[in-house]
């Protein structure tokens, strides 16, 4: 199917085609869509030519900018991964060491840019999630110290891909939506019994 819609296109349009998309290369339209980040990966398998290449030029018609919770971002100014797992390593791996790029996210941005996840997952008790120049670093901690910091296991932090931010998604949203719910089923409960109680109090001074 992708062959039947990239044969009469050559390189260069299919790469325009990729770029034009800001999240998503349509296959057709019954068809299931690809992530933006496998476009680049479709587009060399069917060429035969290398994936670093097409990556290379796509990123040249991009430029540098990253539109991220309404901000615009410049890539090249983000921390690396590595620079962030030095920086980290060298300061004790806990989550007040991150203040240092909260400091200069607040400077550039007005505003921090890093998330905490407290989710479990199969390995882990929570995360936070901050942007890298690579993409979106996973920086998940198994422990929390006597001063109440979230230590890192420094050996998983990972990029995320596509599919895992689906599943945290999925994971958030089912955790929400039934949080909300027994918070508002507390506070209906609540109402109850406090009504109940004004009731009684009422009768009982008739």
């Known amino acids: 199917m992708l062959k ?36 680049p990966v479709c587009v060399a398998e069917f060429y035969d030519c290398e994936y670093q290449e097409i990556l290379e030029e796509q990123e040249g018609e991009q430029g540098t900018a990253l539109r991220y919770i309404g901000i ?8 690396t991964k590595q620079e962030v797992l030095e920086h ?7 989550e007040r060491d991150l203040d240092y790029f909260r400091n200069l996210q607040h400077e550039a941005y007005g505003q921090e840019l890093i998330w905490h996840y407290p989710l479990c997952d199969t390995e882990h008790f929570g995360a936070y999630i901050m942007p890298v120049r690579e993409g979106f670093m996973y920086l998940p901690y198994n422990e929390i110290n006597e001063d109440d910091h979230e230590v890192f296991v420094l ?3 990972c990029l995320l891909d596509a599919d895992t931010l689906e599943d ?18 507390m506070k209906k409960i609540l109402q109850f019994s406090e009504s109940a109680k004004e009731e009684d109090e009422h009768h009982g001074t008739t």
Do not use: C
């Open 4 to 39: 039947e819609l990239l044969s009469g296109m050559t390189k260069e349009e299919i790469i325009a085609l990729v770029v034009a998309y800001n999240d998503y290369l349509f296959i057709d339209h019954e068809d299931e869509f690809n992530y933006l980040d496998r476009a």
């Open 72 to 79: 615009e971002l410049d890539r090249a100014q983000l921390p």
């Open 88 to 94: 980290l390593e060298a300061n004790g791996g806990i």
């Open 155 to 157: 050996a998983h932090a």
């Open 168 to 185: 945290a998604i999925v994971e958030w949203s089912t955790y929400s939506d039934g949080l909300l719910e027994a918070l508002f089923d």
